[in-house]
């Protein structure tokens, strides 16, 4: 398997915690998001979308995180990222896609850049743009996730799995743009958890390959 991706993106992150979860190796592809690698025409023909992560496995070519995970999960089904009965996989599912499909999309590279290219707005304004939808949407992951009694040491019971993959690396980014975290006790509890294990530590932007 190869993964095309970027050290600081969070929606390779999230697949790199996978595969560190399963127990997958891959070989890693840096796409440069900074310097445009996404809107070339070899990576346009893996992802027509200009994004990453994408991963090939043979003839198989993927894009979108949670659809990674997904297929991960499928293709090696243990340990599992997601819990047996439908209702229970359909609430983590929703947790992750609250993250993942509500969160993250309002406040990645792109759109940042396009609020200061198109826009002109600043740093501190872009800064505020971020902070603003990261609370709005951790409100919301902090309400379901304080009071559903599913919750254990991670977002489902006592085994991290596709929520706590999705919500790790948002609360990264969330503190790399100084969002205050205080309100939110129950994810800071269970990212707190999470970081513990080394599937986690190694997928760290920072350790990664192409780290700047």
Known sequence: MQLHGFFRSSAAYRVRIALNLKGIGVEHIPVHLRKGEQRAEDHLQRNPMGLVPVLQDGHHTISQSLAIIEYLEDVKPQPALLPGSPADRAWVRSLALSIACDIHPLNNLRVLNYLGDALSADAAARERWYQHWVALGFEGVERSLARDPRVGRYCFGDQPGLADVCLVPQVYNAERFNCDLSAYPTI?????????????????????????
């Open 188 to 212: 800071g509890r269970i990212v707190s958890e999470a970081r513990q294990l080394p599937a986690f530590q190694d997928a760290l932007p920072e350790r990664q390959a192409d780290a700047e």
